[in-house]
């Protein structure tokens, strides 16, 4: 979307002819989608919201580790535990990746991490609800990484290179995460009264939390206008939460599930489905640390970066030692 066309949601967004030389020149470089890559200049608002969107990005696929990875050891066969280890291990990856993309920005890792464990930097809210079923595993495949996809996938076409790139190899990995879960749900939903009721219950407590992982209404949304003009958001909150809402809800219905809302109605004129207001203060409480696993998920990282110390100490030791090795022989 052009800057030009933005500003005509009232926040703020200077118009080109407004900016100066610099700003105009990268501005139009993205209007002509061309990629903005690490060493090039950039506005410094830009180079803060990436790496603010990056880093939150990147601590959500290692925090949400952890209530998957609660159910390794109790997956129900050798061939879901299988399955679930690689897919937690895939989010270790795309953790990874991220903090190599926020990197680029002039960010260090300690810093994003330290950022993390203060509590200071945001995680996908999504992860501080239990997992108390293996219908759960289920329902985190299929709607959570199944979100994670329809907001991941326009990410692709993100301005910054970095950015873009890392999203090209994740959006692969959660189409496998997604169908996994999907997988899962279709099972249960074929096997006992006592397993379908499991999936069903599961569906109900994790619908309204992935349908808030999209981010607040648009109208509330204080980043959205100018992270759409700068390339790096392609859609609203609101438009991608509609287009999962659209492809889930027929889905649920194909395993014979029901999504947990009275006022879901298809409506014709839109070709969409309506759906009723989310919980928003909900969200507001998850989002400041008052969700129902915020202290144990932040807590499990915490432990897991003391715990780490030693191994760290370790490798810079190694490193020092080698650095030092290597200017002796030159
Ligand atoms: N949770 O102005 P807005 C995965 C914050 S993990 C927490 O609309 P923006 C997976 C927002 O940060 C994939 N915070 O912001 C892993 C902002 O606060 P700050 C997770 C949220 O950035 C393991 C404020 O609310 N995906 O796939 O334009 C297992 C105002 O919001 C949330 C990503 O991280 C939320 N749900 O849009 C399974 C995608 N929503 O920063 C699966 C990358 C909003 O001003 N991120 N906030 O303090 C994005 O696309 C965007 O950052 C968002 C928000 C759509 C989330």
């Known amino acids: 979307m052009y800057a030009q066309e933005v500003k005509s949601t009232g926040q703020g967004i200077k118009s080109l002819e407004e900016m100066e030389p610099d700003e105009r020149a990268f501005q139009e470089k993205i209007n002509a989608d061309i990629k903005i890559e690490p060493k090039e200049w950039m506005p410094e608002g830009y180079r803060k919201t990436l790496v603010r969107q990056i880093s939150q990005h990147a601590h959500s696929e290692i925090v949400g580790q952890l209530p998957e990875g609660n159910w390794i050891s109790r997956a129900p066969t050798l061939d879901r535990k299988a399955i679930l280890l690689a897919k937690v291990q895939d989010e270790a990856g795309h953790g990874l990746y991220l903090y190599c993309a926020a990197e680029t920005l002039g960010v260090s890792r300690d810093q ?21 079923s293996w219908a759960d595993i289920g329902a985190i495949g299929w709607l959570v990484d199944g979100a994670a996809i329809m907001n991941q996938v326009p990410l692709q076409r993100c301005s910054y290179g970095p950015y873009s790139r890392a999203m090209i190899r994740v959006c692969k990995e959660e189409s496998f995460h997604q169908r996994q879960g999907y997988d899962i749900m279709m099972k249960l939903c074929a096997g006992t009264i006592e ?28 980043h959205s206008a100018q992270s759409m003009a700068w390339g790096i958001k392609q859609n609203t909150n609101d438009e991608l939460r509609q287009k999962f809402v659209d492809e889930t809800v027929p ?7 029901t999504a947990p809302d009275p006022d879901l109605i ?20 998850v989002l400041k640390g008052n969700g129902p696993c915020n202290k144990e998920r932040l807590g ?14 370790g490798l810079m030791a190694h490193a020092k030692k080698r650095e030092a090795r290597k200017m002796a022989a030159e």
């Open 300 to 313: 499990a990282r915490q432990k897991a970066w003391t715990d780490g110390e030693w191994f760290r100490d």
């Open 195 to 222: 397993q379908k009721e499991m999936a069903q219950d599961a569906l109900n407590r994790w619908w309204q939390p992935s349908l808030m992982m999209f981010g607040p209404p648009d109208g509330d949304s204080v």
């Open 112 to 132: 994003m991490t330290e950022q993390l464990l203060s509590g200071k930097a945001k995680y996908s809210s999504i992860f501080n609800y239990p997992t108390l």
């Open 266 to 285: 298809w409506n014709d004129e839109k070709k969409g489905y309506d759906f009723g207001e989310l919980n928003w203060d909900e969200f507001y409480e």
């Open 251 to 257: 889905q649920a219905e194909y395993i014979g599930l």
